[in-house]
């Protein structure tokens, strides 16, 4: 079982270093699709009321959802459009670094591809863990300091053993964790 920080620094996981990043559409990318279906996938399973995509990126996860009620919240400008090409709803907020209140929760949270950028991937399952009853989350699959993030905006990386454990240190039951090529995906609930 392994958990990894992989940076010292937080500027990654600011809106700062994110501002004038490009959009990136996910769901075109043949090595992104796959994660993004097996998440719909995931959520589709547990039939939820209602989802928020907390970390949504263009809307490509939330294009796929209709008819479940579902809504998102990113924090990069370039993703705007995204969402309006797609017809998803979605704000423009930073979530992560502030962990409010006052944002308008689902009965699933997805943060696919989001926990490995942030500074306190554990404070923010904790929160989301506060306000939901099932989390879709995935991160890329055992990342080392010593082998370098995938990515030069990752903070951490886990084994599979290591990512079910930040779930069920907050109370989570993991009901599937699977990898899809590079990345891991992880459905859990709350636990009674």
């Known amino acids: 079982m392994a958990e990894y920080r992989l940076q010292e620094t937080n500027y990654p996981s600011t809106y700062a270093y994110h501002e004038h990043r490009e959009r990136a559409p996910h769901l075109e990318q043949p090595w992104q ?108 699959d055992n990342e080392k300091p010593e082998e370098g993030a995938d990515h030069d905006s990752h903070l951490w990386g886990w084994d599979m053993a290591g990512y079910a454990k930040l779930f069920t240190d907050s109370g989570f039951v993991v009901v599937e964790h699977v990898l899809v090529d590079w990345s891991q995906v992880i459905l859990v609930r709350k636990e009674a």
């Open 33 to 140: 699709a796959a994660r993004l279906h097996k998440a719909f996938d995931m959520i589709k399973s547990v039939n939820p009321t209602s989802v928020v995509d907390l970390g949504c990126g263009d809307g490509g996860l939330l294009s796929l959802l209709p008819p479940i009620p579902a809504w998102g919240y990113d924090f990069q400008n370039s993703n705007v459009a995204g969402w309006v090409e797609r017809g998803v709803t979605a704000e423009q907020r930073d979530v992560f670094n502030d962990l409010p209140e006052d944002i308008r929760w689902g009965e699933l949270a997805v943060a696919t591809e989001v926990l490995e950028h942030l500074d306190d991937p554990h404070a923010a399952v904790r929160w989301i863990g506060d306000h939901v009853r099932y989390i879709v989350a995935s991160s890329p």
